[in-house]
C-alpha cells in the first residue's frame, strides 16, 4: 500500500511532508534515550509518505508538529505525545481517534487499537499499513 494513494481523495485531510532518513535516524536516538520502543518498519515507511495524517477526528504522529490552517490544530510530534502525555513505557503510542489511542507494542510486534488506560487491545494488526487502512475505513466510510 502506498499511504499517498490511500489519502489523496479524503477531504479535509492534513499531512506532513515526507521524512528525510536524517530525521528517522535523529527520532529513533531521541526514542532510545527516552527508554521508549524503537519504531517499527512498517511506520517509518509511513513516515517517510506521510510523516504524520490528521482528518476527521483521526490522527497518526509524525516527526515534527503539523498544523491545520483550517482548524487551528495543530498535531503534536509523536516524540512529545510518548513522553509529555503517557508515562506508559511499553508501548509506543502512534495516533488516536475518539477514545482509541493506536500503539506498536514491540513485545508482541503486533499493532493495536486501545481504550485508555491501556487495557486489552480492541483489534491488533501485524503492520502499520493494515492498521492505518482499517482505521480510515471505519471513519471515512470508503473502501480504501
Not at 526514542?31 to 517517510?48: G, R, T, V, W, Y
Not at 510523516?51 to 497518526?60: C, K, Q, Y
Not at 509523536?78 to 493506536?102: A, M, Q, R, W
Request: aromatic share 12%; with cysteine.
Amino acid at each position: 500500500m502506498i499511504f499517498e494513494d490511500v489519502v489523496k481523495n479524503l477531504s479535509g485531510s492534513v499531512v506532513g511532508h515526507p521524512a528525510l532518513s536524517e530525521e528517522i535516524i535523529h527520532l529513533q536516538k531521541s526514542l532510545m534515550e527516552n527508554d521508549l520502543p524503537e519504531l517499527p518498519q512498517s511506520f517509518i515507511a509511513f513516515l517517510k509518505s506521510l510523516n504524520g495524517f490528521m482528518g476527521n477526528g483521526i490522527e497518526f504522529y509524525g516527526i515534527k508538529e503539523i498544523e491545520d490552517k483550517a482548524s487551528h490544530y495543530t498535531l503534536p510530534p509523536l516524540l512529545e505525545k510518548n513522553t509529555k502525555t503517557s508515562k506508559n513505557k511499553d508501548f509506543l503510542i502512534l495516533g488516536s481517534v475518539d477514545d482509541l489511542t493506536f500503539v506498536f507494542n514491540p513485545k508482541d510486534n503486533l499493532f493495536a487499537s486501545m481504550e485508555l488506560p491501556f487495557l486489552e487491545p480492541e483489534a491488533t494488526y501485524t503492520s502499520f499499513e493494515e492498521l492505518f487502512k482499517d482505521v480510515l475505513c471505519s471513519y471515512y466510510g470508503e473502501n480504501l
